[in-house]
């Protein structure tokens, strides 16, 4: 049998092309993954890798939906503040571009 055709709540989309896998994108990727997991949200948020967003000057790249927050120049050190900030407590966010300067 097919698993359930489930639709998440929230989902971070991971831009993994070249620029941004190689400016740390798939580490990042893997800790919302991890972080998702350990909050017991695996059923409520997904992490979906995308191809190239075309904007690689602001690599590694991803974005927050249903909020279509965007965030660049992300780093490691910033995932878990966006974890929390975005995922953990949708819609509290005033300034999206706070955390990427
Ligand atoms: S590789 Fe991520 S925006 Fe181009």
New binding site residues.
């Given amino acids: 049998m097919s698993k359930a055709f489930n639709i998440p709540q929230q989902v971070i989309y991971m831009?993994a092309?070249?620029?941004?896998k190689k400016r740390g994108?798939k580490e990042i990727g893997k800790l919302f993954r991890n972080m998702a997991k350990a909050a017991g949200f695996e059923d409520t948020v997904e992490i979906i890798k995308t191809d190239?967003?075309?904007?690689?000057k602001f690599?590694?790249?991803m974005s927050i939906q249903p909020q279509n927050t965007w965030l660049h120049d992300v780093t490691e050190a910033q995932a878990t503040q966006i974890f929390n900030q975005y995922i953990r407590k949708p819609g509290k966010t005033e300034n999206p571009s706070d955390l990427t300067t």
Avoid: F, N
């Fill in positions: 831009c092309g070249s620029k941004c994108g190239c967003t075309d904007r690689c690599a590694p790249v």
